[in-house]
C-alpha cells in the first residue's frame, strides 16, 4: 500500500500457449500488484537454461525483465527452474523435494519483502500440485496453487492455475 493506494497489474492466466491476460467480463481482470510474481518467476519463459551472465550475440529467450531491469544482478532474474525440473523430474518422493526446491529457487528473490512457504503434493496419479503461500512485509497473504498433470508423452499440462483476482 503506497499513499497513492493498491498498486494494480493486469492479471495473468496460464493457457497451455504461454500466460494470457485475464479476462472478467468484456474487461481486462486486475490484480494487486504482488500476485503475478509466483507464476512470472515459475514459468516466465526461460526453460533452456538460466540467463547467460555474459552476452553471447545469440538471440535470448530467458524473460525480458532479466536484460532491462536485472541484467547486473542474477540472483533477481526470473530463470523458471521449477518449468524446467517439471518436465525433467519423475514423480517420486526424491522427485518431489526436487520440485519444491526450484519453486523455492525462483522464488528467493521475494525474501526481502516476504516470508514465502512452498509445499508440493502429489494428490492423484501423474499429478503435481504446488502450493505457495507468501506473507509480505506490509501485511498481505498471497495464496496461489498450481497443478498440472503429466500427460502420455511425459509432459506437463495445464489443468489448474489458482489465484485471487481482485
Known amino acids: 500500500m503506497s499513499r497513492l493506494g493498491t498498486i494494480f497489474d493486469v492479471a495473468i492466466l496460464e493457457s497451455?500457449?504461454?500466460?494470457?491476460?485475464?479476462l472478467l467480463g468484456n474487461d481486462l481482470a486486475v490484480v494487486k500488484g504482488?500476485?503475478?510474481?509466483?507464476?512470472?518467476a515459475m514459468f516466465g519463459g526461460n526453460v533452456e537454461s538460466n540467463?547467460?551472465?555474459?552476452?553471447?550475440?545469440?538471440?535470448?529467450n530467458d524473460y525480458w525483465g532479466n536484460a532491462l531491469?536485472?541484467?547486473?544482478?542474477?540472483?533477481?532474474q526470473f530463470n523458471s527452474n521449477t518449468e524446467r525440473v517439471l518436465?525433467?523430474?519423475?514423480?517420486?518422493?526424491?522427485?518431489?523435494?526436487?520440485?519444491?526446491?526450484?519453486?523455492?529457487?525462483?522464488?528467493?528473490?521475494l525474501s526481502s519483502?516476504?516470508?514465502?512457504?512452498?509445499?508440493?503434493t502429489f494428490p492423484n496419479l501423474n499429478t503435481v500440485q504446488i502450493n505457495i503461500v507468501a506473507i509480505y512485509k506490509t501485511g498481505e497473504k498471497v495464496v496461489?496453487?498450481?497443478?498440472?498433470?503429466?500427460?502420455?508423452?511425459?509432459?506437463?499440462?495445464?489443468?489448474?492455475?489458482?489465484?485471487?483476482?481482485?
Do not use: C, M
Open 69 to 76: 531491469l536485472w541484467a547486473e544482478n542474477e540472483t533477481l
Open 87 to 109: 518436465n525433467t523430474t519423475p514423480l517420486t518422493s526424491a522427485g518431489r523435494l526436487t520440485i519444491e526446491n526450484a519453486v523455492k529457487n525462483d522464488l528467493k528473490f
Open 51 to 60: 540467463t547467460p551472465s555474459i552476452f553471447t550475440g545469440n538471440e535470448r
Open 16 to 22: 497451455l500457449n504461454g500466460g494470457d491476460l485475464f
Open 113 to 120: 519483502v516476504a516470508e514465502v512457504t512452498v509445499a508440493v
Open 144 to 166: 496461489t496453487t498450481f497443478s498440472y498433470v503429466k500427460i502420455g508423452d511425459g509432459d506437463f499440462s495445464y489443468y489448474d492455475f489458482n489465484s485471487d483476482f481482485a
Open 34 to 40: 504482488n500476485e503475478n510474481q509466483h507464476y512470472l
